[in-house]
């Protein structure tokens, strides 16, 4: 067997056993993420889509982008109907302690005001801003929305927020050479995303003192 020949088929199975088992571990653990947020979801995307780019394989971009997308909104959708069962019992829920426990008074207090301001669209805005989701789901079940009017702002907002990550991981993926040069630099972007609005809120406090 000619050695390109040989490299080709060793390499087809290795690839195609990468994306068995790498898609459904992060539709699961984006799904997880999305009921517990203490996973870095954003870096699990970006992380994929440079794999995904140093394959180049067929539709990898897509298969990442409909995984990522989908498993969002489903945890999301979920989190939401048990935070609703939770306003609706007496007693509440854990599940609804976690998310008060996660939205800040002031940060509730906003996210209430530019729901009622701008209503829907507040969704799309809540999931590419860090920290933003849990406040808004927050305001969203305080307002006692239904779950078909969340699930109406939720789509688009799990689109944006799978396409805004992946390019994120694009671009690492794109500059370097290695693999896991491109997931460390996706890793670093992601982070650098996710620590500036709260530099920023530190460095305004600061200033205001």
């Known amino acids: 067997m000619r050695p390109v020949l040989a490299v080709a088929v060793t390499t087809v199975p290795t690839v195609a056993t990468q994306q068995a088992l790498g898609y459904p571990s992060l539709f ?20 994929a889509a440079v794999v995904a780019v140093h394959q180049a394989a ?36 854990r599940w609804l302690e976690a998310i ?18 701008h209503g829907v669209a507040v969704l799309v ?25 969340f699930a109406h702002g939720n789509a688009p907002a799990c689109l944006a927020w799978a396409a805004t990550y992946q390019l994120i991981g694009v671009l690492g993926g794109s500059l370097f050479k290695e693999p896991w040069e491109g997931v460390l630099a996706a890793i670093l972007l992601t982070v650098i995303v ?9 460095v305004r406090s600061a200033v205001a003192r």
Do not use: H
Request: aromatic fraction near 6%; glycine fraction near 8%; include cysteine.
């Open 28 to 47: 699961l653990l984006v799904l997880i993420g999305a009921l517990v947020p203490v996973i870095p979801t954003g870096a699990l995307v970006s992380s």
């Open 58 to 93: 067929p539709f990898s971009m897509l298969l990442v982008f409909v995984v990522s997308a989908l498993a969002a909104f489903l945890g999301d959708m979920a989190l939401y109907w048990l935070g609703r069962r939770g306003m609706k019992s007496k007693n509440g829920s």
């Open 194 to 202: 996710s620590l500036a609005p709260t530099l920023w809120r530190r």
């Open 125 to 149: 805005l809540s999931r590419l801003i860090p920290a933003g989701r849990i406040p808004v789901m927050l305001a969203c079940l305080m307002a006692k929305w239904p779950m078909r009017r």
């Open 100 to 117: 008060r426990d996660r939205a800040p008074e002031d940060r509730l207090a906003q996210a209430q005001g530019k729901l009622a301001d």
